[in-house]
């Protein structure tokens, strides 16, 4: 078991080494996403190795001198590793998303490296408009054709049900885990759930199926009831991962996450691709309108569908209780959504916690504080509780 | 540069000596009458019973305007607070409740209005310690919410936010603004399959956004009247493009601050005979400047270039603020490069096909290799001498190129540029000791380059 998740650990901290090592030894193409929607069983198709571009926790340097420090810490990340050089190995880089903060670091990138091929292909953010799924299926269509003529491939239609076939395995194997963990049946941290997670979002998914199935098969599962923690639900960080020392502090304070809807979490793993519908591009294109009832995304604009609400549900079917915001400074999507989730816990007298990130890095200690107390005032009203009843 | 100040003003923090002071353009006050009369009519549409709608981004209102439906522009309203000194209590409610103050200035100022809007009654008053006297808590509330926002997905939250503060009871209809990125080397400004592919999009959601009209007005829309307002609208950017031109002269006869001051005839006041005489007199008045040599700056040494959204608490301070170091700030990226910007392309018989065009090529909606080259025509055009690059710290869209222009235009004009933050309609974000520092470093600059050329 710690093999498998060494393995994991080992390519979520280091993904380029990782993706570097996979080219060499496969001689494969590796093309780069960024985040947060993008369909990347259509570059597995293409028989190329999509990876997802990472924030990663080096400071700063010449990437300051080409954009603004009151931008995101992973957009402005990744146009450091740009002008780094750090991001070379990478064939091409697509995307797909609207966010004003990604379209600027993806024109910045075109600009300070004219020689990497970063193309655009917009998916509709507004999810309810009458025309969202005909628009979603042209746009894919179109990043179907773009991606063949810069990987110089076909793509067909049977490549696409066997890709999306992988990632749907994927996501069930991750969701399986979670569900044990959920239940109590397994005891994993949650930075180790992190490093299976974002290791599938840089690693070939045949090889991180067989591993994940390698590692469901050899954990342990337990019946007993989970230790006296607390246990906690963790929300936010909607394009990257937090830095796992946090989710560690977390868990040294005396809670237990026991759920999430990170992007480097259940997010990334909610919804499964229909295989059931003909046509694979109307399939992803669905699943992409579709994702948002299962984990809700406040990039998207979608009427139906409230965050808070659906937090509410999901911090009570996990049985945690407490809900622990990580929001990322200057994320305009999460700064709109947090009052609602703020004043909807307190309306339904549920503990909750936010702690604002930032890529130059967190006081942790004062985090350390702040989480203390939280779950101290947890254990505190729980007692009362237990008296009272 | 007369008007920078001496370290021991510094010390004492005494306000930058204002030795000279802009020399406005008297059309300008038509301008304010225009914008005072807009919104006092804005301020009745509801006693008079007219539907009201919330809107932000492009400039729909001719849209709305054929539809005789009343309209509130989320920026204008912001601007509007701000020029008045007026948006520190939207912004502080919207605080009270947990909205970041990072958040885009803009949305807060108008998301607050409707946060008082809602709070009117004698009991939120009391408790929210709103004033209905205030100018945000005059805004009528909507009957509708259109969402059309170029570029910024903030700005498509921002609507999400009203829709929702308004509990979800408000109809609201979203278009959705494709960038056009350019995958292909065809993809041209105004040219280009991606480019009609984008504007064909846009033009059928507006068709879509039509209907929607039609269903709560219960009336047929009046295509006659959308093509009349047009023609007015496209006649008045026309004069406003030429007045702008008429700039290259020496000394420049009008500011970016002017045109910075008659933005609202072509972003939000009814599209009408009224706006169409307004920029004759504007460019009357500029042809008469350039007659008799009138400068916009008593003594015009350096011609600059204002990359940024206007701090629009501050257009007239800064004006003087420039006038003071000689320096005329001739045109700008806000102006120069957005509100019916192309107008020629408006077909009237037709007009939501020129409409869309324009709204997708406005200064925040082209990437930033367009942005560069349109700078750089504009700059060798007005003959600029430097450029002060605003980083409007919660305009992320419009900010982030700028480190980019910095870059080229140094490269391929050799001007200098002075960078510094602070924000629409936010004060708090805008130090003018920053700002006086960087500035007079720029103007040494271009002295100092100006003395190695003799």
């Known amino acids: 078991m710690n093999t498998v998740l060494d393995k994991f650990a080992q390519a979520a901290q280091r993904p380029y080494e990782h993706v570097k090592a996979w080219k060499q030894e496969r001689g494969v193409k590796a093309v780069g996403t960024l985040p947060m929607h993008f369909p990347a069983e259509i570059i597995h198709a293409t028989g190329a190795l999509p990876v997802i571009v990472q924030e990663m926790p080096d400071a700063i340097t010449s990437g300051g001198g080409a954009m603004y420090p009151f931008f995101c810490g992973y957009t402005r990340s990744i146009v450091d590793q740009v002008t780094e050089d750090q991001l070379g190995f990478l064939d091409a880089i697509m995307f797909t998303d609207h966010c004003v903060q990604l379209l600027s670091a993806a024109d910045v990138i075109r600009i300070s490296r004219p020689e990497t091929t970063i193309h655009f292909h917009q998916l509709i953010a507004s999810l309810r408009q009458p025309w969202s799924l005909e628009s979603s299926v042209k746009t894919l269509r179109e990043l179907v054709a773009d991606l063949e003529e810069v990987l110089g491939v076909v793509v067909t239609e049977e490549a696409l049900r066997h890709s999306i076939s992988v990632f749907n395995e994927n996501r069930r194997l991750i969701r399986d885990l979670y569900q044990m963990r959920r239940t109590g049946q397994i005891q994993l941290r949650a930075s180790q759930m992190q490093h299976i997670v974002k290791s599938?979002?840089?690693?070939?998914?045949?090889?991180?199926?067989?591993?994940?199935?390698?590692?469901?098969?050899?954990?342990?599962?337990?019946?007993?009831?989970?230790?006296?923690?607390?246990?906690?639900y963790v929300s936010g960080h909607l394009c990257h991962a937090p830095r796992p020392e946090i989710l560690d502090l977390i868990e040294e304070c005396g809670a237990t996450i026991v759920d999430d809807d990170l992007y480097t979490g259940y997010r990334y793993v909610s919804t499964d691709v229909d295989a059931g519908i003909g046509d694979p591009i109307v399939a992803l294109a669905t699943a992409y309108i579709r994702k948002n009832d299962n984990v809700p995304c406040p990039t998207r604009i979608d009427p139906e569908v409230d965050w808070e609400e659906w937090l509410l549900g999901a911090v009570d079917r996990c049985g945690a209780q407490g809900l622990v915001v990580l929001l990322v400074k200057f994320c305009e999507p999460h700064y709109f959504a947090y009052p609602r989730i703020k004043a909807a816990f307190e309306r339904n007298d549920v503990p909750h916690l936010m702690i604002e990130t930032e890529h130059d890095g967190v006081a942790m200690e004062n985090v350390r504080t702040k989480v203390e107390s939280f779950v101290e005032m947890i254990k505190v009203q729980r007692a009362a509780r237990a008296v009272a009843a | 540069m007369s008007a920078i100040i001496t370290p021991e003003q510094r010390i004492l923090g005494a306000e930058p000596p204002i030795a000279k002071k802009a020399n406005r353009l008297q059309a300008t006050k038509l301008n304010n009458q225009m914008v005072n009369a807009y919104w006092e009519d804005l301020f009745r549409a509801k006693e008079e019973g007219r539907l009201v709608c919330w809107t932000e981004g492009i400039q729909l209102n001719p849209i709305l305007q054929a539809a005789d439906i009343a309209w509130c522009h989320g920026e204008a309203a912001?601007?509007?607070?701000?020029?008045?000194?007026?948006?520190?209590?939207?912004?502080?409610?919207?605080?009270?409740l947990g909205y970041d103050r990072e958040l885009c200035s803009y949305a807060r100022t108008?998301?607050?209005?409707?946060?008082?809007?809602?709070?009117?009654?004698?009991?939120?008053?009391?408790?929210?310690?709103?004033?209905?006297?205030?100018?945000?808590?005059?805004?009528?509330?909507?009957?509708?919410?259109?969402?059309?926002?170029?570029?910024?997905?903030?700005?498509?939250?921002?609507?999400?936010?009203?829709?929702?503060?308004?509990?979800?009871?408000?109809?609201?209809?979203?278009?959705s603004m494709d960038w056009v990125w350019g995958n292909k080397s065809s993809a041209k400004y105004m040219s280009g399959p991606e480019f009609r592919e984008k504007v064909a999009f846009l033009k059928k959601q507006l068709q879509d956004c039509v209907r929607f009209i039609e269903g709560i007005t219960g009336k047929p829309y009046d295509w006659d009247r959308l093509s009349e307002i047009m023609k007015y609208t496209k006649r008045a950017a026309e004069l406003r493009l030429e007045a702008m031109r008429l700039c290259k002269a020496r000394p420049s006869p009008a500011s970016f601050f002017e045109w910075t001051n008659s933005i609202a005839p072509v972003n939000f006041l009814p599209g009408g005979p009224e706006i169409v005489h307004y920029f004759e007199q504007k460019k009357a008045e500029i042809e008469s400047r350039i007659a008799q040599g009138i400068g916009s700056v008593p003594v015009e040494k350096y011609r600059l270039w204002w990359d940024g959204i206007m701090n629009w608490n501050k257009i007239g301070w800064l004006s003087d603020k420039f006038a003071g170091y000689d320096a005329c700030m001739v045109a700008g990226r806000y102006t120069h490069m957005g509100f019916w910007q192309e107008p020629q392309v408006i077909d009237l018989r037709d007009p939501l096909d020129g409409m869309a065009q324009n709204y997708i090529t406005c200064p925040i909606s082209i990437s930033a290799p367009q942005v560069i080259e349109k700078i750089i025509e504009h700059c060798e055009y007005y003959e600029i001498d430097g450029l002060i690059l605003h980083g409007a710290r919660t305009c992320r869209a419009f900010s982030y190129p700028q480190y980019m222009i910095a870059?080229?235009?140094?490269?391929?004009?050799?001007?200098?540029?002075?960078?510094?933050?602070?924000?629409?309609?936010d004060e708090t974000f805008y130090k003018d000791e920053v700002v006086s520092s960087r500035v007079e470093a720029m103007l040494e600059a271009i002295d100092a380059s100006r003395a190695r050329m003799r």
Request: aromatic share 6%; net charge neutral; charged share 20%.
């Open chain 2, 78 to 96: 912001a601007a509007l607070l701000a020029a008045r000194k007026e948006s520190a209590a939207p912004q502080a409610h919207m605080e009270t």
């Open chain 1, 200 to 232: 599938s979002m840089v690693m070939d998914k045949e090889t991180h199926n067989a591993l994940l199935r390698e590692l469901i098969a050899s954990l342990k599962t337990s019946t007993a009831p989970r230790s006296d923690t607390v246990a906690i």
């Open chain 2, 110 to 175: 108008h998301i607050g209005c409707g946060v008082m809007n809602q709070s009117s009654t004698v009991e939120a008053q009391t408790l929210l310690n709103v004033d209905a006297r205030t100018l945000g808590s005059r805004i009528p509330a909507p009957d509708m919410i259109i969402s059309a926002y170029p570029f910024c997905s903030t700005g498509q939250q921002w609507d999400n936010e009203l829709y929702r503060t308004f509990g979800k009871k408000v109809p609201i209809f979203n278009i």
């Open chain 2, 407 to 425: 870059d080229a235009v140094g490269k391929r004009l050799g001007l200098p540029v002075a960078m510094f933050e602070g924000d629409m309609v």
